[in-house]
């Protein structure tokens, strides 16, 4: 059973930095697409940023290219996302995901294993 733990959340002012962190756990995941997605308040659930395990091809939302970068470290099984000059808009609950599945197809499948969410809060 795979599980996700995310950290690294917390208060930011409007243009500065933070990194979440996501550590993946119960088996190996040389044929998995890990990645993020976030929910902002009253909003639905958006894909941010993908990054294959093998390989470390890497697939960003529109609203977040050139802002955010999404990584891996197979040696301690964790997935990153450095976010930077964030605005209020990137408020919300960061969640990280981990499916079979191809870089392309990650942020269309539903089906795949999801953590418990970290809050990244944005002030202007």
């Known amino acids: 059973q795979v599980q996700l733990v995310e950290s690294g959340g917390g208060l930011v002012q409007a243009g500065g930095s933070l990194r979440l962190s996501c550590l993946a756990a119960?088996?190996?995941?040389?044929?998995?697409?890990m990645g993020w997605f976030r929910q902002g308040p009253g909003k639905g659930r958006e894909f941010v940023a993908a990054?294959?395990?093998?390989?470390?091809?890497?697939y960003y939302a529109d609203s977040v290219k050139g802002r955010f970068t999404v990584s891996r470290d197979e040696a301690k099984n964790l997935v990153y996302l450095q976010m930077s000059s964030l605005t209020p808009e990137d408020t919300a609950v960061y969640y990280c995901?981990?499916?079979?599945?191809?870089?392309?197809?990650?942020?269309?499948?539903?089906?795949?294993?999801w953590g418990q969410g970290t809050q990244v809060t944005v002030s202007s």
């Open positions: 995901a981990a499916k079979e599945v191809p870089l392309y197809f990650f942020r269309t499948t539903s089906r795949g294993s």
């Open positions: 119960g088996r190996t995941f040389s044929t998995y697409t």
């Open positions: 990054v294959r395990w093998s390989g470390g091809g890497t």
